[in-house]
């Protein structure tokens, strides 16, 4: 039987597997997969909610690679988006190389912290969501909706762990820095 960490870490996997796909998508079906990546990063998104609380219920402690490297999952998944968006045609080639190039010369100088990580991630995103919203309206009101939701079932984690965590480490790394 299944622990919850092995159900999280499950979870966590399908969700880095999808990476590819999105990537995949752009390249073979290009802006006719929009509604498919739209679901997928629903999909993706409810994992990412999930697999945190599922470990943590966890009775038997697991200690896993795959649960270690969640952050570099979600930047997985982040950069197969902007794959798909590139291969799409949403996002210019020199925008994106120049995006990369960014981030990757900051996690070499700085290191793979969890704040900049979800900084990494939320451009890529919002491009996504904005793409959605324009060409998509009805999928882009679910992700909005949905986005609302998660932030009010998270409410008191949000505003008192996830907002001053990310604000100390976003800190923490640009002391590093300099």
Request: aromatic share 14%; proline share 5%; glycine share 10%.
């Amino acid at each position: 039987m299944l622990a919850a960490k092995q159900v999280a870490d499950l979870i966590t996997l399908g969700r880095g597997l999808m990476a590819f796909i999105l990537a995949g998508l752009g390249l073979l079906l290009g802006q006719e997969a929009l509604p498919l990546a739209a679901m997928m990063m629903i999909a993706d998104w409810c994992g990412d909610v999930m697999d945190g609380p599922i470990a943590r219920r966890s009775k038997v402690y697991h200690h896993s690679w795959i649960g270690d490297h969640d952050l570099q999952v979600d930047m997985t998944v982040s950069v197969g988006l902007l794959v798909y968006l590139l291969t799409a045609g949403y996002v210019s080639l020199w925008l994106g190389a120049a995006y990369l190039v960014g981030w990757t010369y900051f996690f070499l100088r700085v290191g793979l912290t969890p704040a900049p990580g979800m900084l990494f991630q939320a451009p890529t995103y919002f491009w996504f969501i904005w793409i959605i919203v324009r060409e998509l309206p009805w999928i882009g009101g679910l992700i909005i909706l949905f986005i609302m939701a998660i932030v009010i079932l998270t409410w008191p984690r949000f505003p008192k762990v996830v907002v001053p965590g990310f604000l100390r480490g976003m800190r923490n790394a640009i002391r590093f820095k300099r």
